[in-house]
């Protein structure tokens, strides 16, 4: 169970049980919202409704309305103590098979006259009594409990045209000449007028209970399948943890039993226990069962480490800063849950329909056994028509349409590192034709960078990196970590400064190896009065006019270098703005950067200069985003930061980058585990072929009722027939849902 209190207003989720269709779900969710303070949403592919509450209200009292209503309700149980698929399919596919077993040679018989010996009718009515009491037991049964409350589901069509079938055969076997030995007849898929007495429908009855049992296992199978990567997410988790305490040696607990602040050991080939920071040793992790990242990402003290991934290098120590439903793991488990449990405006529609579709039907099979009837076409044809118009229109498909989409399309994205938040999201993927990029961590990597070493003539630039970096590597400003960052890559270890002393404002000057070393502006080096060859003097501009921060280099009395310092656009944004551009977005780059940095940015993306926005202050990026919508865009907002929450809620779609802070996931729409911009593009090409799948289904589920009907009622389809063409347009909607799963980032 998850209960959340918000304000007066507390959150549950319970478990729903007995649900067999749409309308099931429909009727639960009307009784619920007639409580005082209640509003619930109930979801029949994930048997889950999420109900809140307040006032006098308890959660007794919400499961109390549901058992009223005719079904179960529970607390979810925690994923381990979840029953295995065997136990819970293994009662329906008895069922099933029992029903395939006995109704094969019933079908076969009435197909085929040559099959109908002196006494085959008496045959099948011994095999088809099994199929309709047995097998058929769980569609009698969901229709008593529904009658015992008044209303009417699926099940009430179910059981109503396979017992009218079976008592009709019955009847005619008994009291009508349909048991006089050497009795035959046709198999026909139109409509004969008949007086009735001598013809039997054991094969209706017994073919339409196997045809729908086996729709109801497949679809069971395939919702499971359909829900399986929350599961996976849900089990990615480490299941124990060697803890390193202060005061003893160190022993493995449950991971439940860790708490913040705690040390843990994982040692090569083991999966990080809980979110936390790396307080001794170095390694790679592999993120790809969070990302979909599958390049291991480098990690060293002080470094973050997110719980279920895995060390893959050497030993790591890390404290604990995350720990049960805090961590990155739960609250992605958290998003795609919610999302899977949401409707989208269309399927709220269909569910409507199906709340009133079962008894309009009933009224119809009635209106379509009194036409015949009255015209003359004999009770056979009367009879046959009203049994297949009861069976044909089950409003299943149209209660599996969104939910099993939804079930995939967020599972999936799961995988790929990519959380929806619910299903309205997906409406506005639809629309939205601009998308404004925030740069700083966004399209940059948010941290300064040594991009470029321009020496003077005659100046050796290893040289000129180790005495920069060496002089650097003393300060904690961002811009000399990034000179001493870059030096250590390209040359390893760095020297000591003898002497170091930090000029506030300009740079840094000690001495290195004997030289006495300048880093800094050329303010620094013009009080040592000393002035830039021609050639420094121009690369100094050109970076300047790229928008990079000069940083110039000195040392015994001479200039001797410039080095370009920014903050460096990440490699794969080039490639993420043409994919966005490809799905038909215009991208504009936002930031507070001066115009010249920012230009310097979009010219190495891909984005027009008429579409940067620059110095903009973060309390104004919220306008910007209004600005767009007030010319009639609808906007996207891609952004990392607490200064763009306001600016992803405000966009018709937020999309966070969960390497971002928590405000502006929680702000965001679409969160983008993997600080990649790719996965934005992937994001809503995702989203987008979602929200397809659940028009295609709809379409299609709404097309076989209103193309079927007119046909059953016309006479024009074999009981039969309809039940297995109803069983199959269940099957159909939940097997386009699982195409999802074939879905590739890039």
């Not at 048991?179 to 039997?200: C, K, V």
């Not at 073919?207 to 086996?214: H, K, P």
């Not at 022993?251 to 080939?269: C, I, M, N, S, Y």
Request: proline share 5%.
């Amino acid at each position: 169970m998850t209960v959340r209190t918000a304000g007066t207003e507390a959150e549950v989720e319970l478990t729903i049980g007995g649900m067999t269709c749409a309308s099931c779900a429909a009727r639960i969710e009307k009784k619920l919202n007639r409580m005082e303070g209640v509003t619930a949403a109930v979801n029949y592919a994930t048997e889950r409704a999420r109900v809140g509450y307040g006032g006098a209200v308890t959660v007794a009292d919400l499961i109390a309305t549901v058992e009223a209503t005719g079904y179960t309700a529970r607390e979810p149980a925690p994923p381990a103590e979840t029953a295995p698929e065997t136990d819970e399919l293994r009662p329906l596919r008895d069922r099933l098979v029992t029903a395939v077993v006995l109704a094969v040679p019933v079908v076969a018989m009435a197909m085929i006259p040559a099959l109908q010996f002196e006494y085959w009718q008496w045959l099948s009515l011994t095999l088809a009594a099994p199929v309709v009491t047995y097998a058929a037991w769980p569609f009698h049964r969901a229709a008593l409990t529904n009658a015992r409350h008044g209303a009417a589901t699926m099940d009430t069509l179910v059981s109503l045209g396979t017992s009218a079938a079976f008592l009709w055969s019955l009847w005619a076997l008994f009291l009508g000449t349909a048991g006089t030995p050497g009795m035959t007849h046709p198999f026909e898929l139109t409509i004969a007028p008949s007086d009735g007495a001598g013809n039997i429908y054991l094969e209706a009855a017994a073919g339409v209970t196997a045809f729908l049992l086996a729709g109801r296992y497949f679809e069971a199978r395939a919702k499971r399948k359909a829900g399986a990567a929350l599961r996976a997410l849900l089990e990615l988790g480490a299941k124990d943890v060697t803890v390193l305490p202060a005061d003893g040696p160190e022993k493995t607990v449950p991971v439940g039993e860790l708490a913040v602040g705690d040390r843990f050991l994982v040692r090569p080939g083991e999966k990080i226990a809980t979110d936390g920071t790396v307080v001794e040793g170095s390694s790679a992790v592999d993120a790809s069962m969070l990302t979909g990242e599958s390049v291991p990402v480098e990690v060293a003290v002080g470094d973050p480490v997110t719980g279920a991934t895995v060390n893959v290098g050497g030993r790591l120590v890390v404290t604990a800063t995350r720990v049960g439903a805090d961590t990155q793991l739960a609250r992605m488990a958290r998003l795609v849950e919610e999302a899977q449990n949401g409707k989208a405006a269309a399927q709220r529609l269909a569910d409507r329909i199906s709340a009133v579709f079962v008894p309009v039907v009933i009224a119809l099979a009635l209106g379509t056994l009194g036409f015949w009837i009255g015209n003359g076409a004999g009770p056979t044809a009367a009879f046959t028509a009203a049994v297949a118009v009861l069976i044909i229109a089950c409003p299943c498909a149209l209660g599996l349409a969104t939910p099993t989409a939804l079930l995939v399309g967020t599972g999936r994205g799961a995988q790929l590192g990519i959380l929806i938040k619910g299903p309205e999201v997906l409406e506005s993927t639809r629309r939205v034709d601009t998308v404004v990029l925030d740069k700083t961590g966004t399209v940059t990597t948010g941290r300064m960078t040594l991009l470029g070493v321009h020496p003077a003539t005659g100046t050796d630039e290893a040289e000129v990196l180790r005495l920069a970096g060496a002089l650097e590597h003393a300060s904690e400003h961002p811009v000399a970590r990034a000179v001493a960052d870059g030096a250590r890559e390209r040359l390893g270890g760095l020297p000591t400064p003898e002497d170091f002393a930090n000029v506030p404002g300009l740079g840094v000057q000690g001495v290195v190896d004997g030289h006495a070393v300048l880093v800094g502006r050329d303010r620094l080096l013009r009080e040592w009065s000393l002035d830039l060859p021609e050639d420094l003097v121009r690369a100094r501009e050109r970076a300047v006019e790229a928008g990079r921060t000069a940083v110039l280099v000195a040392w015994d009395g001479r200039a001797r270098a410039v080095l370009e310092i920014a903050d460096a656009v990440k490699d794969t944004s080039p490639e993420a703005v043409r994919r966005l551009r490809a799905l038909g977005l215009r991208p504009v780059l936002l930031t507070g950067d001066n115009e010249a940095v920012a230009r310097s940015v979009a010219r190495q993306v891909g984005i027009a200069p008429e579409d940067v926005v620059a110095e903009v202050l973060p309390q104004d990026k919220v306008d910007v985003v209004k600005r767009l919508q007030a010319e009639g865009r609808s906007v996207a907002m891609v952004g990392d930061g607490v200064n763009d929450a306001a600016a992803l809620a405000q966009a018709d779609l937020g999309l966070a980058m969960g390497t971002g802070t928590d405000a502006a996931i929680e702000a965001g729409d679409l969160t983008l585990v993997r600080g990649d911009l790719r996965a934005a593009a992937d994001a809503i090409r995702l989203a987008r072929r979602t929200l397809g799948t659940i028009r295609s289904n709809l379409f299609w589920a709404f097309a076989y009722n209103v193309g079927a009907l007119p046909l059953a009622a016309a006479g024009l389809l074999n009981p039969m027939i309809a039940g297995a063409a109803m069983a199959f347009s269940s099957v159909f909607v939940v097997g386009n849902s699982l195409r999802l799963r074939t879905f590739r980032a890039g």
